[in-house]
């Protein structure tokens, strides 16, 4: 079964938005490493548009080798995208989901291959209310944004996870790997 992986990017007081974190040359590289070794992304409207951002860097690189090359990983992926107002995608590797977010998301654990990022806040709030994350990868950023999405938000019941493995950064930021334990309180 491949492991439905929630990977974001959140600064120290729980914001999750892109461009409060530090751009920095290695977290690029985790990234990029992190969607190559991984079969299929998940995307809600918003930051699938967010990601765009990187399509025009592959017909003009930018010359810094670890934001082109994340611009290639980001490509390469197969997404797919969950909303309720876009009615068609042009990004090569990307289509619109063709199932509610359950039962995609289950299809997609069943089959064979790599495993399955969820890459979107509002797609990870919900498959944690489904209880189908596998892993929770979350790179907190040493950052106080003071204002923004939290990441969280709208979580009625409490999720005991384990801390399985850490990574940090020169940065100062650190990735925390957990698992759910399983039992929501």
Known sequence: MRKLIAAMNMTLDGVCDHT????????HRHYADLLNRSGTALYGRITYQLMEYWRPILENPTGNKFMDDFAVAIDHIPKIVFSRTLK???WKSAKLADYDLKEEVLKLKQQEGKDILVCSPSLIVALTKLNLIDEYQLCIHP???????????????KVMLKLVKTKTFDFGGIILYYEPKNNHL
Request: net charge negative; hydrophobic share 50%; no cysteine.
């Open 20 to 27: 409060a974190g530090i751009p920095d040359e290695a977290i």
């Open 88 to 90: 068609k995608v042009d």
């Open 143 to 157: 950052v106080i944004a003071g204002s923004g999405l939290l990441l969280f938000k709208n979580i009625p019941n």
